[in-house]
């Protein structure tokens, strides 16, 4: 049917729906959908901008608004994107979770919130110069000495130090609430390392993507040009200049927020790297990569200050660089932001911010903050005590669990309870005064339901002591019936659409050269870490292929009636504990069958305490998880799948002492497709650059290890005497029908050698895998460097010959192969992962 010939309703009709859809806000709450305080005066109808949202619709109105909120699911789901709630490597990742609607800013209420944060960030940039240099609000008093050098993030090696353009803060995040009255008012600010410039791009493409027409015609504006403002700040502020090597300093993928580093260095072309991944050599810091050391000049760091050098803060941190304060002292590299800013997020200093605005600025603060009372003063303890019923009380110092009490809503002996402590420790506690959040309207099944809100601004360094504001925003909303908005506590997000009266700034950051450049040199980059990590993704996943396919091999066997050779069982035995299906300390003598098939099932698991099939599926996961953004979400997937139901298998399993042997196999089956798809994954799926070569160079080296091992005990055992023994070698190498379709049903030794050791198109042979691992050698950085040639390390399977094979020394050469595979390792380990090859300057002068 012509869709032209059919009357369309006027899209304004949505508006009318939405009101009647909307359910009621709490009184006391300002209610963003209608444009002011919820109560009985509130007229029942839609602010203006909220009214001109809804006009934009298409002519379906509210009634797609269900399928495109499961689009924005399917689109994160697509795009991975997570947030880690309790920072575990055995805990899954739970979905970034948004919401459809976006919160609307108009220009003129955007303004105000502009100036106020613009302003503050001048006044907390003058806050830390002070206090790490001639600290004049201690002397006056304008500042309690216990909340600075009491603080312990306060960092006392960063004293005297001038940073670049003495410029302290470079991403300043703030916390603001929408007040019943309809005013912004800070509640806190962050500032060692701001999460949220990731997850805000994320949403806005999402929410984008579905609302284009309103996007456009109510002229949101873009978010492009901040983050190229950022980069081309952080590089004016380098002594390096243009030329700037930049980096974003990650804790690693157990961090709740990994997601959104790998997010932000894709987007912003920047390598990806931990604290292991650098070295202070000079004090200059160092990127170890397969090509070298390559300097770094600016680190955007997402960790902690406490974390950043063992040497100096937390001597337990694992997560820094040893030197780097040392680096950053003498001015050689640049941190986003510069260490020691912790004190900047106590809320206690709110309360102290107006006297210091008017002495470092001259100012009155633009954009208020709550009403805050240290305990820790004699009076604010008296005045806050008879505020708590009406207060909200935080921790003044951090803590590992950040409790935050909520008056309104404690009961009489959670309130004595409450009152106690704060007497007991009085500096340890400040309270604010108690704002309800306003309410923001959010699509769920079918209905627009309030939630409570509040808005994260960030402020982006554009050059020395200049800043810009973000012209957006990180939206996050409580869970239902909660009153406090935090992702931790299972709450939501939403996009932000701040208006503008002028043009529409379309700055794309890959329109920037310098970022272009930068985008092409990580390309090429491989960083130590990551080659490391995808050589042990290669030593795993074919670790994990050759136990399952020598533990599915056994207990076939084991079940069959062909199972008349000793030897066979001897060498099954001895294949089994050499790749760690059976503890070492088993009796090395031939078990029988059934004793062996219940010894092997009750090993299978990952927790077995041996490099079982469950061990190294875990191990697989686990080495995918630390290099999950160079992997495909299907590859990903899979690790996490195979892991899963191979681990849900074995505990049915276990928990049956009457399982058949057949339901073991279906398990190792099961996990063998599962582990084939991985193998294809990682042979068509990823790019051909050095970390995949990596990949491939761990295969190659666990694939000789194993079958040479194998085939060596083979020969010990005397089982290639026996068909038996001689078809179940060919099974574990893989190469079965290899072998029949060439020799057919021969036996014979010069025909075993020449499918398993010799041929060159059988990708399961010694002479290929060598061939095909010098190849690879030969293709990697450095390779010829120092008169070292790591292929030299191997055998030539240029010189193997079946009439040399034929001698005695065969069965040398399997462990020489052995052997060889265990040195290359370490010299790829010294060469390209811990550079130990290169000599290390000491870190101190």
Partial sequence: MNDTLQPKPEPAIACPQALALARPVSAGHHDELRGGLAGADLPDQLAPDWAEFFSHLDSEGLAELDRREQSVARQLRDNGVTYNVYADQDSLQRPWSVDLFPLIIPATEWAGIEAGVLQRTR???????????????LREGLLPPALVQGHPGYLRAMHGVRPPGDTWLHV????LAHGPDGRWRVVSHRTQAPSGLGYLLENRIAIGRQFPNAFNAMKAQRLGASYQALMQGLRALSPKGADARIALLTPGPYNETYFEHAYLARYLGLPLVEGNDLTVRDQRVYLKTLHGLEPIDVLIKRLGDEWLDPLELRSESALGVPGLMQAVRAGHVLLANAPGSAPLESTALQGFLPAISRRLLGEELSLPSLPTWWCGEAASLADGLHRLERSVVKRTYPRASNETEIGPLLSPKEMARLRERIRDQPDQYTLQSYLPLSQQPTWREGEIVPRAAMLRVFALCDGPRSWRVLPGGLVRMAPPGQAIASMQSGGSSADCWVRTEGEIDRTSLLSDAHNARAHAQQKRIVSSRSAENLFWLGRYTERADNSLRLARLTLRLLQGEQLNSANLLNWLGMAARHQGLLPWGTTKTAPSPRDF???????????SGTSSVGYNL????????QVRER???DLRALTERVDAQFTARQAILCADADSAPQDALDA??????????????QTDRMVRDDGWRMLSIGRHIERLHTLAGALALAMDSGCLRHDDGFEAVLALFDSTITFHFQYQQRRDRIALLDVLIVNRDNPRSLGWVLSSLRSRLSKLPRAKEDGIKLKHLLPNP???TLDSLMDPPLLPLMRQIESAMLALSDQLAQRYFSHADRVNTSLMT
Avoid: C, H, K, M
């Avoid at 300043?172 to 916390?175: E, G, I, K, N, Y």
């Avoid at 098939?597 to 927790?607: D, F, K, N, P, S």
């Avoid at 190792?668 to 994954?681: D, F, K, P, Q, Y």
């Fill in 798 to 800: 240029d010189d193997w």
């Fill in 123 to 137: 006044l907390l940039n003058a806050i830390l110069a002070d206090l790490y240099g001639p600290q004049r609000l």
């Fill in 618 to 625: 875990r191990a697989l996961r686990l080495a995918a998880g």
């Fill in 631 to 633: 992997l495909s979400l």
């Fill in 172 to 175: 300043v995040a703030v916390d």
């Fill in 597 to 607: 098939e219940r010894a092997l099932i009750r090993q299978l698991g990952a927790e």
């Fill in 668 to 681: 190792l089956n099961e996990a063998s497709g599962l582990l084939t798809a991985i193998t294809g994954e």
